[in-house]
Nanobody
């Protein structure tokens, strides 16, 4: 009933920038928190950034000052602007949304993941 579609990943050189987008569609009543997580090969999935329905943001220490999360509620979309990318940022990035569907049931929804590769 709800689908999250990510875009914007790719290959970039160290120091470069990428912008990830994640759009939700389907039987949506409202969206609470949104966020981005990432998983590098051989590592556990880790939180990158979150943004509340009120616009409060939270970042992993490793990305503070380089990444910016934002949301457009009219478009049911969350963004992650990534600047000054480092090889350690290489991972599959997943978006997350806490969505209440039209039957008023809440649920956690994830995107399919988008690969970000930063070359040195």
């Amino acid at each position: 009933q709800v689908q999250l579609v990510e875009s914007g990943g790719g290959l970039v050189q160290a120091g470069g920038s990428l912008r990830l987008s994640c759009e939700a569609s389907g039987n949506i009543f409202s969206i609470n928190g949104m966020g981005w997580y990432r998983q590098a090969p051989g590592k556990q999935r880790e939180l990158v950034a979150t943004i509340s329905s009120g616009g409060n943001t939270n970042y992993a220490d490793s990305v503070k000052g380089r990444f910016t999360i934002s949301r457009d509620d009219a478009k049911n979309t969350v963004y992650l602007q990534m600047n000054s990318l480092k090889p350690d940022d290489t991972a599959v990035y997943y978006c997350y949304m806490g969505i209440i569907i039209r039957s008023r049931l809440p649920g956690d929804y994830w995107g399919q993941g988008t690969q970000v590769t930063v070359s040195s």
